[in-house]
């Protein structure tokens, strides 16, 4: 089975993929998506919304990272990232989504300005503003401490073991290495 990942190199839902993909040992071809808008028309017919990554395994189209992670983990029969009991797999779900509308809504507030973020173009170092990026700071502490709640002292998000929840968050956290 051939594997095709559609990406690009700049977008953190792209990497917590590509991530899973390696912690996995899965070969995989990668066809770059432009990340400002519009989307070329062979992507929007694989996946008509447009968001980046896509993946398509041997003809299954799957779109939207957490989906892809949660898929990725089931084919391979990878318990251990993504568990088969009930009250575990809830609880990676539950930080998955949660991440989903809180703390990566709240970051990308801060991103966007810092990295010069647009609809139209994407990244662009050009269209970075610090003052718009600082300003939003302050509104961040909340989904912070969140998080610093649920990760544990061995700095893994839930369960105290790596899951795909951890693939999910490192792009994120590694980003903010980059934004301040």
Same mark, same amino acid.
């Given at each position: 089975?051939?594997?095709?990942?559609?990406?690009?190199?700049?977008?953190?839902?792209? =990497?917590?993929?590509r991530f899973?993909?390696?912690?996995?040992?899965?070969?995989?071809?990668?066809?770059?998506?432009?990340?400002?808008r519009?989307?070329?028309?062979?992507?929007?017919? /694989?996946?008509?919304? #447009?968001?980046i990554?896509?993946?398509?395994?041997?003809?299954?189209? =799957?779109?939207?990272?957490?989906?892809?992670?949660?898929?990725?983990?089931?084919?391979?029969?990878r318990?251990? =990232?993504?568990?088969?009991?009930?009250?575990?797999?809830?609880?990676?779900?539950? &930080?998955l989504d949660? &991440?989903?509308?809180?703390?990566?809504?709240?970051?990308f507030?801060?991103?966007?300005?810092a =990295?010069?973020?647009?609809?139209?173009?994407? &990244?662009?170092?050009?269209?970075?503003?610090?003052?718009?990026?600082?300003?939003?700071?302050?509104?961040?502490?909340g989904?912070?401490? /969140?998080?610093?709640?649920?990760? #544990?002292?061995?700095?893994?998000?839930?369960?105290g073991?790596?899951?795909?929840?951890?693939?999910?968050?490192?792009?994120?956290?590694f980003?903010?290495?980059?934004?301040?």
């Open positions: 089975m051939t594997l095709t990942l559609w990406d690009h190199p700049e977008s953190s839902n792209a =990497l917590k993929v899973l993909l390696a912690e996995l040992g899965l070969p995989y071809e990668r066809e770059t998506v432009p990340m400002g519009p989307r070329p028309q062979r992507y929007l017919d /694989l996946n008509p919304v #447009g968001g990554p896509t993946l398509v395994d041997d003809g299954f189209v =799957l779109a939207e990272s957490q989906a892809i992670l949660r898929y990725l983990a089931t084919r391979q029969q318990t251990d =990232l993504y568990p088969d009991v009930p009250c575990e797999r809830a609880r990676v779900d539950e &930080f949660r &991440f989903a509308t809180g703390l990566r809504t709240a970051l507030r801060h991103e966007a300005p =990295l010069g973020w647009s609809l139209e173009k994407g &990244f662009d170092p050009a269209d970075a503003d610090p003052d718009a990026a600082a300003a939003v700071v302050p509104e961040l502490a989904p912070l401490a /969140l998080l610093e709640s649920v990760v #544990g002292s061995d700095g893994a998000t839930v369960l073991r790596f899951t795909i929840a951890d693939c999910a968050l490192a792009p994120v956290l980003r903010t290495t980059v934004t301040g």
